[in-house]
């Protein structure tokens, strides 16, 4: 009986009897935090992948060929997700009913546990979604020249600069007044209630010049006698205006000059312009207009002026409406 009471006294060895208990599920618990540690770290690289993979494959949509789209999102998942065919990866593309339309991308692979295959977990799931979307961008303008006065000579042009630098004349107008009358020149074409929309096709940013020539003539003519005749003067051609002029520097050597050029992305000429419907201007040194800046693509109709330096009310008036289209080629990610 003394020897029986002993043992039920006796803890030696109790602790390894906890711990073998425990044993199994410390382990599961530091396999969770293992696996879980290596499936973020793949669950990002896989982000990564399929970031990739839908911004790549969208930016050639165009409305109808979500082939070629899955063909090229499946192309850049082989090239950025290792042992893709082979590792049990799927995939699927699809297009929201959004507008614009958003490509959708969901990949899912499994990941092969190490410390949880204790609790008889063998691999776990990793999954990632990502969406991309074209971009809103302006792919014409239709102008409604609304008035053209003055006694100057001026020829307004909207010059457009394609994605690879080149510069290209869109629209121009060009306004002869050898009468020096206000509002008796002739505008070439015509002013009228009529809308002239143009192409802005690919392209980076665009620009109004306006060549002012005081007398009323052309450039390379001179007024005689309210008549346009050829002339070979330097004073009827246009004064070079040299680069880091101060505001007012500038502005002094275009008053005194009987033909000049003025840009409306220069933040010396910036005051010309009249925008959103304003009565006049302000002469102030301001920052360059961006014309994109200025096209809209709520489908609202602006109304801008420019001042062709005679005065503070807008010579040139005309109103401005953006047609948009999305444009696949800038693509950005949505999720």
Avoid at 79 to 104: H, L, M, Q, W
Avoid at 197 to 206: I, R, V
């Amino acid at each position: 009986m003394r020897n029986f009471k002993q043992f039920l006294k006796d803890k030696r060895g109790a602790t390894a009897m906890t711990f073998g208990l425990l044993l199994v599920p410390l382990l599961g618990i530091t396999g969770l935090a293992v696996d879980y540690t290596r499936a973020s770290s793949q669950r990002a690289e896989l982000q990564n992948a399929a970031d990739a993979a839908v911004l790549w494959g969208a930016s050639t949509y165009k409305g109808n060929n979500l082939d070629d789209v899955k063909s090229r999102i499946q192309k850049s998942l082989r090239a950025n997700v290792p042992d893709f065919d082979s590792s049990g990866a799927t995939y699927n593309v699809t297009v929201t009913n959004d507008v614009p339309a958003r490509i959708k991308l969901s990949v899912a692979r499994p990941m092969q546990t190490t410390f949880m295959q204790v609790l008889n977990l063998n691999s776990m799931d990793i999954g990632t979604t990502s969406i991309a979307s074209g971009a809103l961008t302006p792919v014409d303008a239709t102008f409604t020249i609304t008035k053209v006065k003055g006694t100057y000579y001026k020829r307004i042009s909207v010059m457009v600069v394609r994605e690879n630098g080149a510069e290209e004349e869109v629209a121009a107008l060009e306004y002869t007044n050898a009468s020096q009358t206000d509002g008796k020149g002739t505008s070439i074409p015509p002013v009228d209630a009529q809308s002239r929309t143009f192409s802005l096709g690919k392209f980076k940013t665009f620009y109004f010049t306006m060549v002012v020539k005081k007398d009323g003539c052309p450039v390379g003519k001179k007024n005689v006698s309210k008549t346009c005749r050829t002339s070979t003067s330097s004073n009827d051609q246009i004064t070079p205006t040299p680069d880091n002029l101060t505001f007012q520097q500038e502005k002094t050597l275009k008053d005194n000059a009987n033909a000049f050029l003025v840009r409306s992305d220069r933040a010396n000429d910036a005051w010309r312009l009249a925008l959103d419907g304003a009565q006049s201007t302000t002469e102030r040194e301001g920052k360059p207009v961006i014309m994109n800046d200025l096209m809209s693509c709520d489908g609202s109709t602006r109304r801008h002026g420019w001042e062709d330096g005679g005065g503070g009310t807008p010579d040139f008036e005309y109103t401005l409406k953006t047609g948009c289209a999305f444009d696949y080629s800038k693509i950005r990610l949505t999720q």
